[in-house]
């Protein structure tokens, strides 16, 4: 039998269905690698916008214009609220923000600080 993640009875009850799971650096590589795919092809799909094409039945009656103002917009809106996180306590956040451009950063910095000899990263969540 393990032994369990939490010592108090209170917090091993209330995390009993979460799972950790260590991350290992190789990991983070491949996370970084598929995010960076995402954020080339979401550019990619707003340089060569074609409403013909789209899955969103809302941008089939926008054009490109209507569909670069949008999608600027939303970035702008999340930018603008959630973009920095000065907390100098909080070290391995570098953001608030849940962009893909900003998670990109964030594990390209947790990829270069974290010791990787020394400590291991948990995901614990379900």
């Known amino acids: 039998m393990s032994k369990p993640l939490f010592l108090n009875k209170e917090l091993v009850e209330r995390y009993e269905e979460y799972y950790p799971v260590i991350i290992s650096k190789e990991c983070v590589l491949k996370t970084i690698e598929l995010i960076h795919k995402k954020v080339v092809k979401h550019y990619e799909r707003l340089l060569n ?29 999340w930018v603008s609220k959630f973009m ?36 291991d990263i948990i995901h614990f969540g379900w």
């Open 49 to 77: 916008f074609n409403k013909e094409h789209t899955d969103y039945i809302y941008e089939k009656e926008l054009t490109k214009e209507q569909f670069l103002e949008h999608n600027i917009r939303s970035k702008l809106s």
């Open 84 to 119: 920095l996180n000065l907390d100098e306590k909080e070290k391995y956040k570098i953001t608030n923000s849940w962009l893909y451009e900003h998670t990109l950063l964030e594990l390209v910095h947790i990829l270069k600080i974290f010791d990787w000899k020394n400590k």
